[in-house]
Nanobody, 121 residues
Framework: QVQLVESGGGSVQPGGSLRLSCVVSGIFFTFDDVNWYRQTLGKQREWVAQ???????RSAAAVAGRFTISRDNPKNTVYLQMNSLKPGDTAVYYC???????????????WGQGTQVTVSS
């Protein structure tokens, strides 16, 4: 069974930094595009950043220049480095990935359980 597990969230003051991790575990062949999303209570889930299987990246305008997405394929891990954090970045952060399953040879989309990020003075 494939799982995505996020970690690295916490509380930080404005201007601070956090690094989120998303580990893909289970039996699979490879994982393709990975996205980070965030959501605050009462609002729709918001796309934050994406990294392709080849390492191409893109990010939302709200985080461009402050957040960096990267991946370590041998560790099956994707990171979101968040710098210059603002109170508006407070949210639950989720990773989402397309995973190519070994057993079926098909791709399936998975979500992690989320990790809370709080930016407050």
């Amino acid at each position: 069974q494939v799982q995505l597990v996020e970690s690295g969230g916490g509380s930080v003051q404005p201007g601070g930094s956090l690094r989120l991790s998303c580990v893909v575990s289970g039996i699979f062949f490879t994982f393709d595009d990975v996205n980070w999303y965030r959501q605050t209570l009462g609002k729709q889930r918001e796309w934050v950043a994406q990294i392709s299987s080849r390492g191409s990246t893109r990010s939302a305008a709200a985080v461009a220049g402050r957040f960096t997405i990267s991946r370590d394929n041998p560790k099956n891990t994707v990171y979101l480095q968040m710098n210059s954090l603002k109170p508006g970045d407070t949210a639950v952060y989720y990773c989402n990935a397309d995973v190519l399953l070994s057993e079926t040879g098909t791709s399936r989309n998975y979500w992690g359980q989320g990790t809370q990020v709080t930016v407050s003075s």
